[in-house]
């Protein structure tokens, strides 16, 4: 065990960015073993990370272990929401649930600043990624309700993500 120290820096919760991509037009992650860190995410020729603009305080990023003993496995779960139920945010669920096929990989930003990759792992590649699990488009009833559409993706996979210290679509373009 090695215990655990609180960082002096600002640790605000949620996510501030996620970007996503097929798992498919992935061609792999660059892990670095002694750093514990991804470096690079190569993609297929003409591939790219698409960005989800998501609701303020929407976006959330859970890691819990289930199960026990030898047969506990890590589940990943990214949820954010898409304001307002109109045609551009259905037109984003359609083109997500065509491109579910393969799975996805994530980039996910934290709102204290600090990046990390989900649906990849050192030890299983990209043999789970992110599914879309749920989405959920509700134009809601009430005037003061926020409409708009629920999205869960989940993975399921033997280790916790690792950070990404490598360029991120964004933030460092």
């Known amino acids: 065990m090695t215990g655990f120290t609180r ?4 640790c605000e919760g949620g996510l501030s960015d996620v970007w996503l991509v ?5 061609v792999e992650c660059g892990y670095d073993p002694a750093a ?4 690079t995410v190569t993609l297929r020729a003409g591939a790219a990370f698409v960005r989800y603009e998501f609701a303020e305080d929407t ?10 003993g030898p047969a506990a496995c ?7 929401v898409l304001r307002r139920a109109d045609s551009r945010c259905a037109a984003a669920l359609d083109a997500l649930l065509g491109a579910s096929g393969a799975g996805f990989v994530a980039l996910a930003g934290t709102a204290a600043g600090s990046l990390f990759v ?5 030890g299983f590649g990209g043999e789970c990624p992110l599914r879309l699990v749920s989405a959920e488009f509700d134009t809601q009833t009430g005037y003061d309700e926020d409409s708009g559409a629920t999205l869960v993706l989940r993975s399921v996979d033997a280790d916790f993500s690792k950070p990404f210290a490598g360029p991120s679509p964004g933030r460092d373009e």
């Open 7 to 10: 960082p002096p820096e600002r």
């Open 22 to 26: 097929s798992a498919a037009d992935v």
């Open 36 to 39: 514990e860190v991804f470096r």
């Open 59 to 68: 976006g959330r990023y859970r890691q819990y272990v289930s199960g026990r």
């Open 74 to 80: 890590v589940v990943h779960e990214l949820s954010f």
């Open 118 to 122: 989900a649906g990849w792992s050192p």
